[in-house]
């Protein structure tokens, strides 16, 4: 692994993840593979952006994405954000057209998510790194592992967390999440394949907005400052 840039908050609760089996043999892999030539997304500094801009004591809400993006100059560790200067994606365009009907919110010029990052939703992808150009190519390595105890930290805090769960595989990987105490929010994903399947008009930003208010929880700022 590169140096790990990740939150203090996460360091020791992490541990047993970064000192496992599991971990050896992702590691190894992506060794090879970088000796091998390939070029992998995100930057290693990277890898964890999610973890470092997002302490575990201020995750308000989780929204799971599954990949990085395997285009050049795309992927910066964030689920369906992108780097500044960068065209939005698909998905990320029906977020905000999403946004924009459910809180008014106008669509930004950019695909850029820090800002939200930076208020406690923790954007977090399945899988953390992807061979450029090859979509999903490092699934199955660990990752999967290593991000399902992120989701169990985060499904143990005592604060009420709100999971925004889009498409299929978000739902899956997160079934396990205390309903109970956390809000658990389901739509179809926002693909172009799939947004008109229930996730255009789901109103989840008003919905998480209006339950964390309700726990006396400050509500996210969705609008996304100029870059």
Known sequence: MPDIQLHESWKVPLLPEFQSEYMA?????LVSEKAAGKQIYPKG???????DL???????????GQDPYHGPGQAHGLCF??????????????????????LG?????????????????LLLNSVLTVEMAKAASHQKK??????DAVIRLVNAKDAPVVFMLWGAYAQKKAAF??????????????????????FLGCRHFSQCNAFLESKGIAPIDWALPSV
């Not at 043999?25 to 892999?29: E, K």
């Not at 997002?54 to 799971?64: A, F, K, W």
């Not at 660990?142 to 991000?147: L, N, P």
């Not at 999440?177 to 229930?198: E, I």
């Open 177 to 198: 999440v205390d309903a109970n105490k956390h809000l658990v929010l389901t739509a179809a994903h926002p693909s172009p394949l799939s947004a008109h399947n229930g």
């Open 45 to 51: 500094k990277e890898w964890f952006r999610a973890l």
């Open 25 to 29: 043999g992702l590691r190894a892999f």
């Open 142 to 147: 660990g990752w999967e592992q290593f991000t």
């Open 105 to 121: 919110i106008p669509r930004p010029n950019h695909g850029f998510l820090e800002h939200w990052a930076q208020q406690g939703v």
């Open 81 to 102: 954000s992108v780097q500044p200067g960068v065209r939005p994606p698909p998905s990320l365009v029906n977020i905000y057209k999403e946004l924009q009907t459910d």
């Open 54 to 64: 997002t302490p575990l004591d201020q995750v308000r809400v989780v929204i799971l």
